[in-house]
C-alpha cells in the first residue's frame, strides 16, 4: 500500500504569490492534517479535515485554508506569500479525528521557499 | 497537551544504547507519553508511547518515573540510521489532532 503522498516535493514561489499544497492520504484513511515546520522547529499544527469538514485550526491567519474531496485527498492554500511562509508543509493521515497518535502516518512533506 | 522538555542535542556511538531523556512534570492522570521521531527531510514517524509501565517494541523501550514526571526513550543499540530529531510528545489518547511538537533532541550517532 502506498504510504502519505504529498505533491508538490519541492517548490519555490515568489512573495505575494499563491500556492496549492496536495496531500493523498493512506487508502481506507478519511482524516487529513496538516502541519507547518519552519527550519529548526517542531511541526506545528494547522487544519484538520475528516469527512470534508474542518475539524480543527491551528493559530494561522486567514491567508491559509483547505479542503477535503470526496476521495479524502486534500489541498492546502496559501494565499499573499510571505518570505515567513518559507517550510516544510506536513500532511498526515488517520483513519478518523479520535483516532490515537500512535495511528498518524507522516508524509515527507513539501518543502516550500519563498522568494 | 503538557509541556515537555528535551535536550537540544546528544550524541551516541554506534553500536551503544542511546538514552534519551523528556521531563514532563504537568503531565496529567490522563495523558499518555509519545515519542516520534523525523529522520532529515522526511515527516516524523511513529516509535512507542505508554501511560505509566514501561513499554517495549520492536524499536524501542519507554522507560517512565513512577511519578510520571519523566521518561527515557532508549535505542538498545543505535545505528547510523538512528540519527534524527526525536520528539517527546504528552497528550490525552485520541481527539483531534492538535499534536504540539516542541524542538525535540537532535540525535547524532557517531560511527
Known amino acids: 500500500d502506498a504510504g502519505v503522498t504529498q505533491s508538490p516535493t519541492h517548490l519555490i514561489k515568489t512573495r505575494g504569490q499563491h500556492v496549492t499544497l496536495r496531500c493523498s492520504p493512506i487508502?481506507?484513511?478519511?482524516?487529513v492534517s496538516w502541519y507547518q515546520q519552519v527550519l529548526g522547529q517542531g511541526p506545528q499544527f494547522i487544519f484538520q479535515?475528516?469527512?470534508?469538514?474542518?475539524?480543527g485550526r491551528g493559530n494561522f491567519p486567514d491567508r491559509f485554508s483547505a479542503r477535503q474531496f470526496p476521495n479524502y485527498s486534500s489541498e492546502l492554500n496559501v494565499n499573499a506569500l510571505l518570505l515567513g511562509d518559507s517550510a516544510l508543509y506536513l500532511c498526515?493521515?488517520?483513519?478518523?479525528?479520535?483516532?490515537?497518535?500512535?495511528?498518524?502516518?507522516f508524509g515527507s512533506g513539501t518543502r516550500l521557499t519563498v522568494v | 497537551d503538557a509541556k515537555t522538555t528535551q535536550p537540544t542535542s546528544m550524541d551516541c556511538a554506534e553500536g551503544r544504547a542511546a538514552n534519551l531523556p523528556c521531563n514532563h512534570s504537568?503531565?496529567?492522570?490522563?495523558?499518555?507519553v509519545y515519542w516520534y521521531r523525523q529522520i532529515h527531510s522526511q515527516g516524523p514517524q511513529y516509535i512507542i508511547h505508554?501511560?505509566?509501565n514501561n513499554e517495549t517494541n520492536e524499536m524501542a523501550s519507554l522507560i517512565i518515573t513512577e511519578d510520571r514526571k519523566s521518561s527515557t526513550l532508549i535505542l538498545p543499540h543505535a545505528t547510523l540510521r538512528d540519527t534524527a530529531v526525536y520528539y517527546c510528545?504528552?497528550?490525552?489518547?485520541?481527539?483531534?489532532?492538535?499534536?504540539?511538537f516542541g524542538i525535540g533532541t537532535k540525535l547524532q550517532v557517531i560511527p
Open positions: 498526515a493521515s488517520s483513519l478518523d479525528p479520535g483516532t490515537d497518535l500512535n495511528g498518524y502516518t
Open positions: 487508502s481506507g484513511h478519511k482524516s
Open positions: 479535515y475528516y469527512e470534508k469538514e474542518e475539524r
Open positions: 504537568t503531565i496529567s492522570g490522563n495523558e499518555y
Open positions: 505508554g501511560l505509566k
Open positions: 510528545i504528552v497528550r490525552v489518547t485520541g481527539g483531534y489532532q492538535k499534536v504540539t
